[in-house]
């Protein structure tokens, strides 16, 4: 059985995390992901789990380590301002591998910014924000749909791998309202016999730690975690690649920006001009397979993000040098249009800059 029900974003992702088996959310207010902490406070108690809203992100990210380290499936939400004050527990939560999902609502920046749909925020996303050698799994949705999709997978992929997992959204897609298919969903919950659960009765005592003071063991350690990510990289790229044999241009765009190339590329295609667009769906692993192995049409690759460019590090690296790169941006939460992004495609392919 499944029913359409018209969503916000925000309010979507909520929904899925409850489907997905949440039973701990913790977080604290910042525009604009406010409509998840309040969907939180009303929807948790009555599907049997707990909502608290700490005193901080710091806290916030904090309660998130305690119930991840209990066994729960946990959660929280912030934007860009409060997600860089949850960098040290994210740290600590993968130096635990402790399982979670973090969903990023982002806003303008750099500090407080203002509250307008950003893009910026992909470094801090991608590139592991807190201290020491780590990444984690991070999915870009381009629809309420796919809010949906990618916060229940999030969920599995946490448990599976043991890791934190971040569902990366701008403020646009968290404020919107579209139509959202929901489908019954029975949770995978897998068993963690590592958990501190307090069964220490029946089983050996479980410590869970970040903290190694012997230097070879904390190597082994992250020597081990990196195998993981390796199985990462191998098994869970995910893209959406509509760039065929004959298209001259690939225009490179993630979440609801790729929405507006879409409609670019049909300007495109009525002045003679073929594009196709490459739709990164997880940032990390991020598809480099896809920019080694593109047509040889191709002339061209656009990057079009709402930042100044952060993206085109991890394209310049899969392109490997083969195609040049251009970009195309705004910043500010000033959300671009398809005319300006055809015009600047339109210049990049008569031999622009």
């Known amino acids: 059985m499944s029913k359409k029900v018209l969503m916000k974003g925000n309010e979507a992702m909520c929904l899925a995390a409850i489907m997905a088996g949440c039973k701990a959310y913790f977080g604290y207010p910042i525009t604009p992901q406010n409509e998840i902490p309040e969907y939180m406070s009303q929807h948790m108690e009555e599907s049997g789990g707990v909502f608290i809203q700490a005193e901080s992100e710091i806290a916030a990210i904090n309660m998130v380590y305690g119930a991840a380290a209990g066994g729960v499936r946990a959660m929280t939400s912030s934007s860009s301002p409060g997600i860089a004050l949850k960098q040290e527990g994210i740290s600590y939560l993968v130096g635990s591998d402790l399982p979670c999902v973090i969903v990023s609502v982002s806003r303008g920046g ?78 995978t919950l897998i068993e963690k016999p590592w958990a501190t659960n307090g069964d220490s009765g029946r089983r050996k005592r479980n410590i869970v730690n970040s903290l190694s003071l012997n230097a070879e063991g904390l190597e082994e350690t992250n020597l081990r975690r990196f195998e993981k990510y390796k199985e990462i990289l191998k098994t869970e790229e995910m893209v959406e690649n509509h760039v ?7 225009i490179v765009a993630y979440g609801t920006p ?70 195309y941006g705004r910043t500010g939460g000033v959300i671009f249009s398809p005319e300006e992004i055809a015009k600047k495609a339109a210049e990049v392919a008569k031999g622009g800059a």
């Not at 192995?293 to 310049?316: A, F, H, T, W, Y």
Request: glycine share 10%; proline share 8%.
């Open 258 to 327: 790729s929405r507006i190339v879409l409609n670019a590329i049909d300007i495109l295609a009525e002045q003679g001009i073929k594009a196709g667009l490459i739709r990164p769906v997880t940032l990390w692993p991020f598809p480099y397979s896809t920019f080694a192995n593109l047509p040889s049409s191709v002339k061209n690759i656009l990057v079009c993000e709402l930042s100044m460019g952060q993206m085109i590090e991890d394209v310049r690296q899969g392109v490997q040098g083969k195609h040049p790169i251009h970009f």
């Open 110 to 187: 750099p500090g407080l910014g203002g509250i307008l749909p950003s893009q910026a925020d992909y470094f801090q996303s991608t590139r592991g924000g807190g201290n020491g050698d780590y990444y984690i799994p991070v999915y870009a949705p381009s629809s309420v749909q796919e809010s949906v999709d990618l916060t229940i997978k999030s969920f599995e992929i946490a448990d599976k791998y043991r890791t934190p997992v971040m569902v990366l959204v701008d403020g646009l897609l968290g404020q919107m309202m579209e139509p959202v298919e929901i489908k019954d969903y029975k949770p």
């Open 244 to 250: 065929k044999d004959g298209d001259e241009m690939a």
